[in-house]
């Protein structure tokens, strides 16, 4: 009886793997917060319609839209979800990298050879926020929860050029359009605990800048560094064009590839 129940339950095994799983993948993606290890439904694959669509949000041409495409959410949670984001994010970095040994300031220099980093989604991931939130529009308020419990995880990549900008004599400053007051001790130990050590300096939105757009502020910050403090900024990473676009922006800037919750909060905020 044994065997023949061990005979039954192997030739099962198949049905309930076929059928079971799906239904169980629909349900946690329907849930709040479902895991991103199971796959997308609705699509996800290499969709021509969507990645075109990508690549005209990445080159800024595609302006004006409220939020993804409807047949598009799939493929955009699959790009982030099976590895494609994060070979993006690494081929930034190495990007960056190799430029930064070609302007690498000779040993023995004045030390006045600086990047600009920015923070969010750049140097800190925020998937986990906007997974729970079903990554729907920004909201502030949550945001600013969020941020103050100093839980973001380190994006690897960034961890790498940080480190690798430092190695090469480079002064690194961290730009963040948060607001220093309620943000700034948080967020300086959540840089920390993920493992971004070394830079020169945390710059954050101070009451002087509040209210003023992310390109106001950033270029106001990179203007004092140039004019007042006499760096000269060969690199400037950042997420959005908010971070890259206005005055002193760099010698080269490098938009670190989008993640989904940009695509959808960029439209709503300027951070």
């Not at 669509?53 to 800024?60: K, L, P």
């Not at 309620?182 to 101070?206: E, P, V």
Request: aromatic share 12%.
């Amino acid at each position: 009886m044994a065997a023949r129940w061990t005979t039954t339950s192997a030739r099962l095994a198949p049905l309930a793997v076929a059928f079971v799983v799906p239904w169980l993948c629909y349900v946690l993606e329907a849930a709040e917060g479902a895991p991103w290890f199971w796959p997308p439904i609705g699509g996800g694959g290499d969709d021509p319609y969507c990645l075109t669509w990508r690549v005209m949000v990445e080159a800024n041409n595609a302006k004006g839209w409220r939020t993804v495409p409807a047949q598009c959410v799939g493929y955009v949670r699959g790009y982030m979800a099976w590895g494609q984001y994060h070979r993006d994010v690494a081929a930034v970095a190495e990007q960056a990298a190799a430029y930064a040994t070609q302007v690498a300031p000779p040993a023995g220099g004045d030390g006045l050879d600086a990047w600009v980093l920015d923070v969010d989604d750049t140097c800190l991931s925020n998937q986990p926020y906007y997974q729970v939130k079903q990554f729907g529009a920004y909201d502030p308020v949550a945001f600013r929860a969020w941020a103050s419990r100093a839980i973001c995880p380190g994006i690897p990549a960034m961890q790498w050029l940080l480190q690798t900008l430092r190695s090469r004599g480079f002064r690194v400053f961290v730009v963040t359009g948060r607001d220093e007051e309620t943000l700034g001790s948080c967020t300086a130990a959540n840089l920390a605990a993920a493992g971004f050590s070394g830079y020169d300096r945390l710059i954050m939105r101070g009451a002087l800048h509040r209210g003023q757009s992310s390109v106001a502020f950033k270029s106001a910050v990179r203007r004092q560094l140039v004019e007042e403090e006499g760096y000269r900024i060969r690199g400037n990473v950042g997420d959005q064009w908010s971070d890259l676009q206005g005055d002193y922006a760099g010698d080269r800037v490098f938009k670190r590839t989008t993640e989904v919750m940009d695509l959808i909060r960029f439209r709503f905020a300027d951070r």
